[in-house]
């Protein structure tokens, strides 16, 4: 889905020049999830949206879905196949309804009607907002306006959804739907970039990656990052938990197989 060698992406401020993603290569394979942390201002929103057609590359070669980013044409095209669902649930939504709202871009498409209403009520019903396809915009959740902001992207039938911090201003049971829901649509086949600066999100991920001044500094699995990478120390993370409690046993002396990543693998530890 995603290949992208010594990738930058530079702006002006004045007369300086500034980068704000600097020589990044990655390869995102389809059906993949990857979770990409850093702090803020270190890149990371950049280079998604690099991968999704909203800017574009300063040097560096950049192919999303099989598409060339250098080429004006494609960062419309890519659309297509790569969606994004931004940070802040109000900002997404462009219709009065849920139904009006996933129509927009079904409209765009030129969909006929009949064949835009049943997708409307079927992507409304794999969000779990059937009920709501008539309610006002404005009474809805936090939750459910990210949740509409995944139906909308599901209407267009793409290949590869990019979460850009799509949690982080909801409250916990928020959080948790749209993790839960975006886990089953990967587990469905979907190729899923969860942007995160919650540890206990990353820990999940089957592979991490790690931005730092526009640099990407860390690609691989999980549990290599925590315990092995030393970058935790490093960056001055507070560890999750279960972490924390599998670094103090292996201090300890704890023979164990596999150091825990999450509740349940610390569960299953003690």
């Known amino acids: 889905m995603i290949d992208a060698s010594d990738l930058t992406l530079s702006y002006r401020d004045g007369q300086r020049?500034?980068?704000?993603?600097?020589?990044?290569?990655?390869?995102?394979?389809?059906?993949?999830?990857?979770?990409?942390?850093?702090?803020?201002?270190s890149g990371k929103s950049s280079l998604v949206r690099m991968f999704n057609g909203l800017l574009s590359?300063?040097?560096?070669?950049?192919?999303?879905?099989?598409?060339d980013m250098r080429r004006p044409q494609n960062r419309s095209a890519v659309k297509r196949q790569i969606q994004l669902i931004f940070q802040n649930p109000e900002a997404q939504t462009v219709g009065s309804t849920p139904f009006e709202d996933v129509a927009?871009?079904?409209?765009?498409?030129?969909?006929?009607?009949?064949?835009?209403?049943?997708?409307?009520?079927?992507?409304?019903?794999?969000?779990?907002?059937?009920?709501?396809?008539?309610?006002?915009?404005?009474t809805l959740s936090g939750g459910e306006r990210q949740r509409l902001a995944v139906a909308c992207c599901l209407a267009l039938e793409p290949e590869m959804i990019i979460f850009d911090e799509a949690t982080s201003m909801l409250d916990p049971a928020g959080r948790t739907d749209i993790l839960r829901l975006a886990r089953e649509l990967w587990e469905q086949g979907m190729t899923v970039l969860w942007v995160t600066q919650r540890l206990e999100e990353l820990a999940l991920s089957p592979r991490a990656a790690v931005m730092d001044e526009g640099r990407l500094i860390f690609d691989g699995d999980s549990r290599s990052?925590?315990?092995?990478?030393?970058?935790?120390?490093?960056?001055?993370?507070?560890?999750?938990?279960?972490?924390?409690?599998?670094?103090?046993?292996?201090?300890?002396?704890?023979?164990?197989?596999?150091?825990?990543?999450?509740?349940?693998e610390l569960e299953a530890i003690l």
């Open 57 to 67: 590359p300063t040097l560096g070669s950049l192919h999303a879905a099989g598409l």
């Open 104 to 138: 927009f871009g079904l409209e765009n498409r030129g969909i006929p009607p009949e064949e835009m209403a049943r997708t409307i009520l079927r992507v409304l019903a794999q969000v779990g907002l059937a009920h709501k396809a008539a309610s006002a915009v404005g």
């Open 225 to 264: 990052l925590f315990y092995a990478s030393g970058l935790p120390e490093r960056l001055g993370w507070t560890l999750p938990p279960a972490v924390r409690i599998g670094r103090l046993l292996h201090a300890k002396g704890w023979a164990l197989a596999e150091l825990p990543l999450t509740e349940l």
């Open 17 to 41: 020049r500034l980068d704000a993603v600097r020589g990044v290569s990655i390869h995102i394979g389809q059906g993949e999830w990857i979770a990409l942390t850093g702090s803020n201002g």
